[in-house]
């Protein structure tokens, strides 16, 4: 079969009848073809979720019950689901269920949300005062290959609960579990138009949905460059943006730590979804009276990880999701060994022939790592961890601090003082002390996004939900 875009409700066909094939990153076959969409198609879906708005406007629909039966839907479905999604991005069947399940949860977590207006008491007591919270428009919502569900969710469902319509245009290598989920909004009863998913290339169906003067706002997940691209081309029409880029999360465990629990944390946060995660740790700044048994238990762990395909169940960790991929991660890892790195393992593909048509890659550790090399300076999105020693806990988050990326942190101790500190210091915008999730996990109930290049905005809880709002003050009287 060939999936279709989704445009005003239907599943239509690309105006040039183009289509392409969806590869699957654990052996290069086909998983299924997709039509490539073109600015006209952006041009055409942009227009209907216009009039789709209009519409609402002057008759909206029950848009929390529609959340929560999609939310429903969703939940059935989510075998389906998992397993479109492992076989288009790569991750294990596990992760793609709790992708799937976080994904219901964001609907049903917007589906009860109310955008808060207010009324204001100001000076002049002859007149009322009240802060509105509009719709902004018609949404343009890009989403990348590494969570296509999760980070898609939470922009459908802000967006939606906020009032707008919305265009979304998926990774052109994962669009097929989301093109499966636009069956679900249907079956739910959202009114057409309101939400549309065009596929193809960022180039242009990405560009179309920036500059096109109908959208009034792009909310943006993927890399800090692209991002740099986009804010540039919105900025032309001073258009509204959230920007949801790069990390290179530090972790810092201190010398008092629980150390068993922080390799945990090392481990869940460096090689989950093979590494490639905004939020995944991507550094680790180790107190040196505890480094040699922090790397050697590590090590340990990282060596029982199980790389294989996805679909397996033993599977532990999947492949990287493209030869791009594959090629960057690589190239550094080997950076950072000419640098005078020490590897204390992977470092390289699995020798399993079984393994030679994925893009896999061991789970890799560094020590002796140059502060320049590119697997500290540049966010590395795949499975490999470099270590940094560190003297004390000034020194470590002076070095965390040193990026220009400000997304997650985490510190690992158990002294109060040590973590008050590093919550404060710390330029990122979600700290964990002493957490599982690695350097940042997501609960919708809180905002997440970044300080300096790792973005501009906040997604989840209220500030996601507003970020989709005008403010309008109206003065009576
Ligand atoms: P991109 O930022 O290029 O892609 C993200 C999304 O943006 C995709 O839908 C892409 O479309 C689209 N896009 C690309 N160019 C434009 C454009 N000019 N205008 C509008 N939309 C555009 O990331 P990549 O997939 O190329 O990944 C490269 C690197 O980015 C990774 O190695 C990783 O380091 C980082 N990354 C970080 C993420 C994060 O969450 N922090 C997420 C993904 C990647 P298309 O798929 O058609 O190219």
Known sequence: MTY????????????????????????????????????????AAIDYAYEALNREKKSPSNIPRILQVTSELVRQSETELATIMTLEQGKTLLESRGEIKFFAHTLEYYAGMKVRGSQVRISDSSKIAMVEKDPVGVVAGIVPWNNPILLMGAKVSASLAAGNSIVVKPASTTPLSTLKVAELFSKAGLPKGLLNYVTGPGETVGEELVTNPKTRKVSFTGETATGKRIMELASRQLKRVTLELGGSNPIIVSDDADLDAAIGAALNGRFRNCGQGCMCVKRAYVFEQIASKFVEKLKEKAQAIVVGDGMKPETTMGPLHSKNQLQ???????????????????????????????????????????????????????????????ASMDEAIEQANDSIYGLGASVWTKDLGRAKKAAQELEAGTVLINSLYGAGGWEIEVPMGGFKQSGIGREYGIEGLESYTETKTVIMG
Request: proline share 6%.
């Open 4 to 43: 279709k875009l989704f445009v005003n409700g239907e599943f239509t066909e690309s105006s040039t009848r183009e289509t392409y094939d969806v590869r699957n990153p654990a052996n290069g076959t086909k998983v299924d073809s997709v039509s490539k969409g073109s600015v006209e198609d952006t041009r």
């Open 328 to 390: 960057k991660v690589s190239s550094q890892v080997s950076e950072t060994l000419e640098r005078g790195g020490e590897l204390i393992t992977g470092g390289h593909r699995p020798d399993d022939p079984d393994l030679s048509n994925g893009f896999f890659y061991l789970p890799t550790l560094v020590t002796n790592v140059d502060e320049n090399s590119r697997l500290v300076s540049e966010e590395c999105f795949g499975p490999a961890l470099p270590i940094i020693t560190v």
